[in-house]
């Protein structure tokens, strides 16, 4: 995901680089660890609320800076990568299902799961919710979806469901959603789709009359 006021993702640069080397910064072992924490780890928490997302196992590895670097140093040096990570806030790698997470969405997540924040407004609020939709966005890639207005389309309609499995309350997660809508017009084209509207053809619940 690219990180502007919100989100979009970066994906679909990565099979091709997966494909010319047998192993990547990665890819290296990691320990599994939760709580509020912001270290590399494997995150099982994030990861069931990802795998109920995708409909399949999604791990989620969540990355400190520095090795948040390495991975874009080893992407950029193989030819691996569209773009800078500096600029992503997560990526799906297809050949083995995993979910990962820059520093600053793990950090969002970390603050709505473990540490009980709740802002109204400001840095951390959009920090939250730039989080919930990275994560939603890229379970979606993990579910199977490759076009990136389909899958940013799915995961703001699915915010409100990922923030309450991160422990949201039902207010709370109605906002984070509300301010993903809010920040969708901010996304590169290939991101948007004006099919993305209620009673649109993305639209994930055509019979009700709300949005998203």
Avoid at 3 to 16: E, F, K, S
Avoid at 50 to 78: E, F, Q, T
Wanted: net charge positive; glycine share 8%; with cysteine.
């Amino acid at each position: 995901m690219r990180r502007l006021a919100l989100v979009v993702a970066c994906a679909l640069a990565l099979p091709a680089l997966a494909h010319a080397r047998s192993s990547f910064y990665a890819d290296k072992p990691l320990p599994t660890r939760d709580g509020a924490t912001s270290v590399s780890r494997i995150e099982p928490r994030f990861g069931r609320v990802a795998s109920s997302l995708a409909g399949k196992p999604a791990p989620v590895r969540c990355w400190s800076p520095l090795d948040w670097a390495r991975i874009n140093g080893d992407l950029i040096s193989h030819g691996g990568a569209r773009e800078s990570l500096d600029y992503v806030s997560g990526f799906y790698w297809p050949t083995n299902g995993r979910i990962h997470l820059d520093p600053t969405a793990c950090a969002g997540l970390v603050d709505l799961t473990y540490r009980g924040l709740r802002p109204d407004r400001g840095r951390t609020f959009a920090r939250i919710a730039l989080a919930v939709d990275t994560l939603a966005h890229e379970s979606m890639h993990r579910r199977g979806f490759v076009n990136e207005a389909v899958t940013e389309c799915y995961a703001v309609q699915l915010n409100y469901r990922t923030a309450t499995l991160l422990g949201a309350s039902s207010s709370f997660a109605y906002r984070v959603a509300q301010q993903s809508w809010a920040a969708y017009p901010l996304h590169p084209p290939q991101y948007l789709s004006t099919e993305c509207r209620n009673g649109g053809k993305l639209d994930l619940s055509p019979k009700r009359n709300s949005w998203p």
